[in-house]
């Protein structure tokens, strides 16, 4: 196996006050497998978050937090980093560091108002913000509903700057089982968008479904599948 520390890709990953903690925690375990270098920023409120929708006890201090996260996602040593909500010295601050994809997963609409509006008063906003202005790939994982005309308002104005707003909006074509299911869904299309492979969902066109009838040519009584 190779040295992930070395020749890793890096991937910045912001966890912000949104519900879906799951999804952010799900896709580190899989950037982790993919080899990547991952740099982890996380919000006082994504602390929040975390501890009540999973079992995760992210401890205060960011090295406890890397080892925490690092055992969680079977991280090699140093392939997990956490920095800390003001370290402006952190690769993501600044856009002569490291150039790298940044993901907030997910995406309060906190932190997307700061984005579209250029705040930078903390690391994830900065980090933001640096992506922004140096093109580089920004995919922001919301979760809320119902959403505003702010919201949409953000969401349009990021888009246009070159931000991906990828919805936490699990599909149902792959009939999944399990909540397991509906987070892999999502996390897949972001390491699609990340140009990772995965395993996680088969490719449109590929996936079959045994027993289910095929819109084409086998539309039910119900009216349920066919085409609109």
Not at 178 to 200: K, N
């Amino acid at each position: 196996m190779t040295d992930p520390v070395s020749t890793g890709k890096t991937i910045n990953l912001a966890f912000t006050g949104a519900s879906g903690a799951q999804y952010g925690l799900r896709l580190l375990q899989c950037l982790v497998a993919s080899e990547c270098r991952v740099h982890v920023m996380i919000s006082r409120a994504a602390q929040v978050v975390i501890a009540t929708e999973t079992d995760l006890k992210l401890p205060g201090s960011p090295p406890a937090m890397e080892q925490c996260l690092s055992d969680f996602a079977n991280a090699e040593p140093g392939q997990v980093r956490v920095f800390g909500r003001e370290d402006w010295f952190a690769p993501p601050a600044s856009g002569s560091g490291e150039k790298a994809p940044l993901v907030v997963c997910p995406c309060s609409t906190g932190t997307l108002s700061a984005l579209a509006t250029g705040a930078s008063n903390n690391l994830i906003e900065r980090a933001g913000d640096v992506a922004l202005k140096e093109r580089r790939p920004l995919i922001l994982v919301t979760r809320e509903a119902p959403l505003s005309e702010v919201h949409l308002e953000n969401m349009l104005r990021l888009t246009r700057m070159g931000a991906v707003v990828m919805p936490a909006s699990p599909g149902f074509y792959h009939d999944p089982k399990t909540i397991d299911d509906l987070v892999d869904f999502i996390v897949a299309r972001i390491l699609d968008h990340l140009d990772l492979p995965q395993r996680l969902m088969p490719r449109w066109g590929k996936h079959e479904r045994a027993g289910k009838a095929n819109p084409e040519t086998d539309p039910s009584p119900d009216g349920f599948g066919q085409r609109v």
